[in-house]
């Protein structure tokens, strides 16, 4: 349950930092690119957080371990992957 908690409170924490424009140092790259539409970017970021946010956070009350492996993290990799594609 520890794990959901903690993952609940980073997610949290890096969507409302992409949300008011202040996570551009997490992201390798992002000062250095020329052609980056930083708005579209900050968007992107600021939903794939916000919906892991609600995953993890569902997990609290969950506990189950295929939540974790069957559900939480095929989630925190698509989402991840989506926001890559989607920022390119």
Not at 18 to 34: N, Q, R, V, Y
Not at 51 to 74: E, W
């Amino acid at each position: 349950m520890f794990i959901y908690i903690l993952l609940a409170v980073i997610f949290f924490v890096f969507g409302t930092l992409f949300a008011f424009k202040k996570g551009g140092f997490l992201i390798a790259g992002f000062s250095t690119a020329e052609n980056l539409d930083t708005k579209k970017v900050y968007r992107i970021m600021t939903v794939t957080c916000y919906i892991n946010f609600i995953t993890s956070f569902i997990g609290i009350f969950v506990n189950k371990g295929f939540y974790m492996v069957g559900i939480l993290f095929p989630i925190l990799v698509l989402s991840i992957i989506i926001a890559i594609v989607m920022s390119n």
